[in-house]
Protein backbone atom coordinates (compact mmCIF):
# COMPACT_ATOMS: atom_id res chain seq x y z
CA UNK A 1 0.00 0.00 0.00
CA UNK A 2 2.75 2.20 0.55
CA UNK A 3 4.08 2.44 -2.97
CA UNK A 4 0.35 3.62 -4.15
CA UNK A 5 0.51 6.11 -2.06
CA UNK A 6 3.69 7.28 -3.53
CA UNK A 7 2.66 6.85 -7.25
CA UNK A 8 -1.04 8.97 -6.61
CA UNK A 9 0.45 11.93 -6.16
CA UNK A 10 2.88 12.11 -8.96
CA UNK A 11 -0.33 11.24 -11.20
CA UNK A 12 -2.12 14.12 -10.29
CA UNK A 13 0.78 16.22 -10.63
CA UNK A 14 1.47 14.82 -14.53
CA UNK A 15 -2.40 15.67 -15.18
CA UNK A 16 -2.48 18.84 -13.90
CA UNK A 17 0.63 19.78 -16.03
CA UNK A 18 -0.29 18.16 -19.75
CA UNK A 19 -1.40 20.74 -22.21
CA UNK A 20 -3.70 20.73 -24.73
CA UNK A 21 -3.86 19.85 -28.27
CA UNK A 22 -3.86 22.63 -31.05
CA UNK A 23 -6.21 22.53 -33.42
CA UNK A 24 -6.44 25.38 -36.42
CA UNK A 25 -9.31 25.49 -38.57
CA UNK A 26 -9.64 27.81 -41.59
CA UNK A 27 -11.38 28.71 -44.76
CA UNK A 28 -9.47 31.01 -47.25
CA UNK A 29 -11.52 33.37 -49.81
CA UNK A 30 -10.66 32.80 -53.30
CA UNK A 31 -8.81 36.05 -53.67
CA UNK A 32 -7.21 36.02 -50.41
CA UNK A 33 -3.36 37.87 -50.54
CA UNK A 34 -3.52 38.21 -54.35
CA UNK A 35 -4.72 34.43 -54.74
CA UNK A 36 -1.02 33.90 -53.29
CA UNK A 37 -0.21 31.08 -50.32
CA UNK A 38 -0.11 32.76 -46.78
CA UNK A 39 2.42 31.54 -44.33
CA UNK A 40 0.98 31.28 -41.06
CA UNK A 41 3.01 30.62 -37.99
CA UNK A 42 1.52 30.23 -34.36
CA UNK A 43 4.26 31.65 -31.47
CA UNK A 44 3.56 29.50 -27.96
CA UNK A 45 5.25 32.16 -25.52
CA UNK A 46 6.85 30.77 -22.64
CA UNK A 47 8.53 33.70 -20.86
CA UNK A 48 7.23 36.61 -19.39
CA UNK A 49 10.20 38.92 -20.26
CA UNK A 50 9.63 38.75 -24.01
CA UNK A 51 5.59 39.41 -23.68
CA UNK A 52 5.93 42.54 -24.94
CA UNK A 53 8.17 42.36 -27.96
CA UNK A 54 5.85 39.72 -29.46
CA UNK A 55 2.04 41.32 -28.64
CA UNK A 56 3.81 44.81 -30.59
CA UNK A 57 5.42 43.10 -33.39
CA UNK A 58 3.68 42.74 -37.03
CA UNK A 59 3.66 39.93 -39.10
CA UNK A 60 5.81 41.31 -41.54
CA UNK A 61 8.69 42.13 -38.56
CA UNK A 62 8.02 38.83 -37.47
CA UNK A 63 8.59 36.65 -41.03
CA UNK A 64 11.55 38.95 -41.93
CA UNK A 65 13.61 38.20 -37.91
CA UNK A 66 11.90 34.68 -38.10
CA UNK A 67 15.81 33.20 -38.05
CA UNK A 68 16.69 34.84 -35.48
CA UNK A 69 14.02 35.33 -33.45
CA UNK A 70 14.14 31.24 -33.49
CA UNK A 71 18.14 31.42 -32.60
CA UNK A 72 17.88 33.85 -29.88
CA UNK A 73 14.11 32.24 -27.92
CA UNK A 74 13.42 28.86 -29.60
CA UNK A 75 16.65 26.77 -28.94
CA UNK A 76 16.27 28.45 -25.60
CA UNK A 77 13.04 27.38 -24.95
CA UNK A 78 11.40 30.53 -24.67
CA UNK A 79 8.89 30.00 -27.64
CA UNK A 80 7.76 27.71 -29.37
CA UNK A 81 6.78 28.11 -33.47
CA UNK A 82 4.52 26.19 -35.71
CA UNK A 83 4.39 27.14 -38.72
CA UNK A 84 2.18 26.14 -42.17
CA UNK A 85 0.82 27.23 -45.56
CA UNK A 86 -2.65 28.13 -46.72
CA UNK A 87 -3.43 28.66 -49.82
CA UNK A 88 -6.53 30.45 -51.52
CA UNK A 89 -9.59 29.21 -51.85
CA UNK A 90 -8.74 26.06 -49.79
CA UNK A 91 -10.61 24.91 -46.47
CA UNK A 92 -7.80 24.48 -44.23
CA UNK A 93 -7.67 22.11 -41.00
CA UNK A 94 -4.72 20.75 -38.49
CA UNK A 95 -5.05 18.99 -35.18
CA UNK A 96 -0.92 17.43 -35.12
CA UNK A 97 0.47 19.43 -32.71
CA UNK A 98 0.62 19.73 -28.75
CA UNK A 99 2.99 22.48 -27.12
CA UNK A 100 5.45 20.95 -24.77
CA UNK A 101 4.05 23.07 -22.08
CA UNK A 102 1.42 25.79 -21.14
CA UNK A 103 2.12 28.87 -22.62
CA UNK A 104 1.41 32.17 -21.38
CA UNK A 105 0.21 33.74 -24.22
CA UNK A 106 0.02 32.36 -28.31
CA UNK A 107 0.35 34.49 -31.22
CA UNK A 108 -0.75 34.04 -34.80
CA UNK A 109 1.11 35.84 -37.61
CA UNK A 110 -0.03 35.61 -40.78
CA UNK A 111 2.52 36.76 -43.75
CA UNK A 112 0.12 38.42 -46.13
CA UNK A 113 1.57 40.43 -48.41
CA UNK A 114 0.35 43.65 -47.04
CA UNK A 115 2.06 46.48 -44.55
CA UNK A 116 -0.92 45.31 -41.61
CA UNK A 117 -0.45 44.05 -38.59
CA UNK A 118 -1.54 40.61 -39.35
CA UNK A 119 -1.53 39.07 -35.72
CA UNK A 120 -4.07 37.86 -33.20
CA UNK A 121 -3.24 37.09 -29.71
CA UNK A 122 -5.18 34.19 -28.80
CA UNK A 123 -6.33 33.38 -25.46
CA UNK A 124 -7.04 29.62 -26.52
CA UNK A 125 -5.08 27.24 -28.56
CA UNK A 126 -6.60 24.32 -28.38
CA UNK A 127 -9.81 25.53 -31.18
CA UNK A 128 -8.22 28.59 -33.69
CA UNK A 129 -10.39 29.15 -36.51
CA UNK A 130 -9.83 31.64 -39.20
CA UNK A 131 -11.74 33.32 -41.59
CA UNK A 132 -8.62 34.41 -44.12
CA UNK A 133 -10.19 37.32 -46.24
CA UNK A 134 -8.54 39.54 -49.45
CA UNK A 135 -6.11 41.56 -47.12
CA UNK A 136 -6.45 40.64 -43.62
CA UNK A 137 -7.96 37.84 -41.47
CA UNK A 138 -10.26 37.25 -38.12
CA UNK A 139 -11.00 34.33 -35.65
CA UNK A 140 -14.32 33.62 -36.56
CA UNK A 141 -17.02 31.29 -34.36
Request: charged fraction near 20%.
Amino acid sequence: MKNIATIFPMSIFFLSCSTSKMHLEANIDLNANNNSAIPIDIIFIYEEKILDEFKKMPASTWFLKKDQYTNDYAVNNLIQVVSYEIVPGQHFAVSDFKPDKTPLITILYANYLNTNDNRIILSDYSNIRLKMKESSFLLSQ
